[in-house]
């Protein structure tokens, strides 16, 4: 049996593909703007065809040649266009997503027709506005049904799929077929053994399954007593405001804070602690881990391009999950 396919949008460093990878699709081509996201994806999905260019000077038709995709029918594509995208120059609305990267995603749909497609990006999608007041989720969706296809939103939690982090994302499911639009269900929760429509759960893992030993741990990991107590005044500072947290330690029973695409700064907002002058952030293959990434997954680049690219990733088990509950419609 031939395997199902999919093409990946600001692929990254390949959370999604690596995802629906597991899940038994194969990923043709792709396309990233980013050189270390892109050489990273390469490394890690020899199969696929990866176009590193603006996504904004490739046509569909291009693209397709350059991947060696022409006349290939595509099952899935999947993709995150990044929201701080939207453009400036746009004429009447810089805040409009139909003068943004959101419109990018959207005609490569248009023109590659996949039976269905998966975009997913940060929650503050759904409330955000444009200048109209108008909601940009609702428009982005008017849009995909402008080209013929049925769509869906949902948030989703990463924890809920055997995932060691908090992490939230908005997934939009749509198909051009008669075919259902479902999600994923939740296999994990936060109260143990517990029965969601008759279905038994497991528990969320916490973040003491992906840790490593001390001792490997190298001591540049490990933070001086001056940057604790500056940590420390942050929090004092930051709590009087009203402003975030300044920092946050791991509890090792739960799941982690969401590893954001800064986390190389300092680690700030997921801490491991030993004790009051014991205090570090976490190495890149436990970031990696708590991404759900293979400890094979190969990271090209820099540490901090490295911490960057696995704070914007996709959960590689969430991943797996959203294309499981796909495939079932495919084949």
């Not at 749909?109 to 998966?118: R, T």
């Not at 929760?189 to 528990?203: A, R």
């Not at 982690?256 to 491991?272: F, P």
Request: one cysteine or more.
């Amino acid at each position: 049996m031939t395997k199902l396919n999919c093409v990946d949008l600001f692929a990254g460093a390949g959370g999604l593909s690596e995802g629906f990878k597991q899940a038994g699709f194969n990923t043709i081509a792709a396309n990233e703007i980013e050189n270390d996201f892109s050489k990273t994806f390469k490394l890690n999905h020899p199969e696929a065809k990866v176009f590193t260019e603006d996504i904004r000077n490739i046509s569909v038709k291009d693209f397709q040649k350059q991947c060696g995709i022409n006349g290939i029918e595509v099952d899935v594509l999947i993709g995150g266009p990044p929201c701080q995208g939207f453009s400036m120059a746009g004429r009447r609305d810089p805040k409009d997503p139909r003068n943004s990267l959101f419109m990018e995603y959207i005609r490569f749909v248009k023109e590659l027709k996949p039976k269905y497609f998966v975009m997913e990006n940060v929650p503050g999608i759904l409330t955000m506005k444009n200048s109209k007041g108008k909601l940009v989720h609702e428009i982005i969706e008017s849009e995909f049904r402008k080209i013929g296809y049925q769509v869906k939103h949902k948030k989703l939690l990463s924890a809920d799929y055997g995932v060691p982090q908090k992490r939230r994302r908005v997934v939009f499911i749509g198909t051009r077929t008669k075919k259902p639009i479902s999600f994923p269900k939740q296999t994990h929760t936060e109260k143990p053994e517990l029965k969601i429509n008759g279905f038994q759960t497991q528990s969320w893992l916490g973040v003491e399954t992906i840790l490593l030993d001390k001792t490997d741990v190298p001591e540049s990991y490990f933070h001086s007593k001056k940057m604790i107590n500056g940590f420390k005044k942050r929090k004092e500072m930051n709590k009087k405001k009203g402003n975030g947290f300044g920092w946050q330690i791991l509890d090792p029973k739960k799941p982690s804070y969401t590893i954001s695409a800064r986390y190389w700064k300092d680690g700030s907002d997921a801490l491991v602690k030993y004790t009051e002058t014991q205090i570090r952030m976490l190495t890149e293959k436990e970031v990696a881990r708590i991404q759900t990434f293979p400890d094979d997954y190969q990271f090209y680049g820099s540490k901090r391009s490295v911490y960057t690219q696995i704070g914007n990733a996709v959960p590689v088990l969430m991943a797996k999950a959203i294309a499981e509950e796909i495939k079932k419609y495919l084949v």
